[in-house]
């Protein structure tokens, strides 16, 4: 039998409880996980489920409580702030339900801004992979626009290829498609499924019930728990 690849996502028994003026909240309960390099993960469960924690876990902009983060071979939960930022614009590629754009900023630019952040290719060379970027989900043709004047769909396309401008390993997506019409929405997780075929793990929050179309995997959260999953 061939040897299973090595995850590129391992939680392990990761917990996360925030203190509030009520007492301590417990948004994520020794939850543990692992998600292989070109897999399609889907995270499903009400509001107040734990979705959102688990998906700030893993992009280390929240640290657990107790338990252990490791994306692509890091120890996320040790790394110092400092190096915090630096390793996430190499390593996460992020995507919003808003899709998070710079009005001011032509979508070529805002795909830039990736690799002029972590340096991670000669000046000369990040325009080029811009727009190969902007070819790749299938708006070229709109580079030079603010996003202002592309639709909700193109808006969100060009936060992928923003998201993909550093070759991250992993992808997080956190409602990508909830502000999108369904025809539209269908066209996302289509790109999401060809960035997976690439390699890409892929973990995306969602509300949507049944992605098993799309989906390698389902994960349901319910009281801050992985209540069950679903191989389609």
Partial sequence: MPTPPTPVITVHDAAKTYTTPAGDFPALRDVSLTVAPGEFVTVTGRSGSGK??????????DRPTSGSVVIAGT????????RLSSWRGRTIGMVFQFFQLLPTLTIA????????????RPPRERHPHALHLLD?????????????????????RAAIARALANNPPVLLADEPTGNLDSATADMILELFTAQADTGTAIVMVTHERDLSTWAHRQIHLADGRIAHQDTP
């Fill in 75 to 82: 120890d996320v939960h040790t790394l110092p702030e400092s």
């Fill in 52 to 61: 959102s924690t688990l998906l700030n876990l893993l992009a280390g902009i």
């Fill in 136 to 156: 790749t989900v299938g708006i070229a043709d709109h580079a030079d626009k603010l996003p202002a004047a592309l639709s909700g769909g193109q808006q969100q």
């Fill in 109 to 120: 630019e805002n795909v830039m801004l990736p690799m002029d952040f972590c340096a991670t």
